[in-house]
């Protein structure tokens, strides 16, 4: 993780650590994607500590990772997870980071149209998500194409 992602999550510690579920399918999200070890994610889902502590304990692992920012929004907004709240505030973190910084904001890859929509459901504002001004009129007026076998057959 980079510095400004960290002081992102240390800012807001103690509403992040009582916010986030360290629950299995969080960890699965985050094994699958690689940013926890198998021995990582059994330590944390064996763990005896209290809600808060697992969190906490789970954010200074994420903290040690390679892109572990974007992919841990990336898991807290995951179907099977839906953990907005603490999402939300990486959201609105980042955001303000590329709003203060001259770097353009990169886009995240996960965020297609369907995680857009429910993201905006759970009261994360449009203008945190890192997408196209034009990104839900685009993928609401898209047409399937046609399969190649259609192309061939029609």
């Not at 304990?57 to 709240?85: M, P, W």
């Not at 590329?98 to 996960?110: C, D, I, M, N, V």
């Not at 994360?124 to 998500?129: D, N, V």
Request: hydrophobic fraction near 40%.
């Amino acid at each position: 993780m980079l510095r400004w992602q960290r002081d992102i999550i240390t800012a807001k510690l103690t509403d992040f650590n009582k916010d986030v579920n360290v629950s299995v399918q969080l960890l699965a999200v985050l094994t699958e994607k690689g940013l926890l070890s198998e021995e990582e994610s059994q330590r944390l889902e064996h763990s005896s500590l209290i809600k808060i502590e697992k969190a906490a304990s789970l954010v200074r692992t994420l903290q040690t990772k390679l892109n572990g920012f974007d992919i841990f929004i990336e898991a807290l907004c995951h179907l099977e997870v839906k953990q907005y709240g603490p999402a939300k505030l990486l959201l609105e973190g980042r955001s303000e980071y590329y709003k203060t910084s001259a770097e353009p904001k990169p886009l995240l890859p996960f965020l297609d149209s369907a995680t857009v929509q429910r993201l905006q459901e759970a009261y994360i504002p449009a203008h945190i998500l890192p997408v196209p001004t034009n990104f839900a009129q685009e993928n609401t007026n898209c047409q399937e194409s046609p399969s190649p076998m259609d192309q061939l057959n029609g």
